[in-house]
């Protein structure tokens, strides 16, 4: 997942932090088979795999509340 989002990093400014899922009893519970997860703060973009058309949509909305 984070080799697609550097390919989408021309297109927002943004920046990714890399959290171990198993170091807070909450986010395992909420996240434990979903892992990779990108997420916004506390809103789930997506799992698995990048979702660049959600990512986009999310990113975009993000940006037009600044």
């Known amino acids: 997942m984070l080799a697609a989002l550097e390919a989408t990093r021309g297109e927002f400014d943004f920046a ?3 959290m171990d899922v ?3 009893p909450e986010w ?6 979903l892992v990779p997860v990108l997420t ?4 789930e973009i997506c799992h698995y795999f990048l ?3 959600r990512l986009r949509a999310v990113l975009r909305q993000a940006t037009s509340k600044i």
């Open 16 to 18: 990714v932090e890399v």
């Open 28 to 33: 395992v519970e909420r996240y434990d088979e």
């Open 51 to 53: 979702d660049v058309e």
């Open 40 to 43: 916004l703060a506390d809103e």
């Open 22 to 24: 198993d170091t807070r």
